[in-house]
């Protein structure tokens, strides 16, 4: 039978770890996107190019888009397609930590519906097919189920806690914890290691559609900063930030928030 579009990820997101990984801490040749759109090391390429070619020529039929590719109208077209991530947390894998990711995601009439983020450094494995639930390291897992804000550790950057975002100039009151890829913030909080995760800042889907699948069949309820479903393959690829965590929090959170964003 053919290999599933989990199976086919999980793979390709394992052979990308060996590539990342011989360039990693070697001091990488880094270069700085037009237009402040960050760093991008010849880690990020060398990944790209094996995972173009391998996933294109495994399903010639999908879409493509990745963070290290010219994007074209053609995706828009296309019913499946590839969201790609080469390597999530670029900036952590040039400074040499290890919370750095690479995230894939298939994606049918704008919903994920497989998913695979890996951290080579930490052999994480995360996985999940739509309706299938989600697993690390073939164990499934899922959310802790936090209910109280006043409890609750939330994964974001500290700007996303300025007064300025929240009703009345009061943020939620929650513990704050931090880690470079969005992709790895999903999964964590699919994991059950944290209750939630938030972002203002408008979020590219290369950085998303992966760890959202997780989360989501981890238990998690997902969406953008306004309490609606994130949708992906969109003419511009993003979407307007992101609230995770159990459906009483992310309620919660959502009626807390003020309309705005910020940078995460």
Known sequence: ?????????????????????????????????????????VADLAVNRMLEAELRAARPDYGWLSEESEDTAVRLEQQRLFIIDPIDGTRAFINGTKDWAHSLAVVENGRPIAAAVYLPMRDLMFTAQLGQGAEVNGFAIEIAGLDAISSATLLGAKPNFDARFWVGG???????????????????VAEGRFDGMITLRPSWEWDIAAGALIA??????????????LRFNNRHPQVPGVIVGAQSLHSELISRLETGQTKS
């Open 170 to 188: 009061t943020p939620p009151p929650v513990k704050r914890a931090f880690r470079s890829s969005l992709a790895y913030r999903l999964c964590l």
């Open 216 to 229: 989501a069949e981890a238990g998690a309820t997902v969406s953008d900063q306004f309490g609606a479903e």
């Open 1 to 41: 039978m053919p290999e599933s579009d989990v199976a086919l990820l999980a793979a390709a997101a394992r052979e990308a770890g060996q590539i990342a990984k011989s360039y990693f801490q070697r001091d990488p040749d880094v270069t700085d996107k037009p237009d402040g759109a960050g760093p991008v090391t």
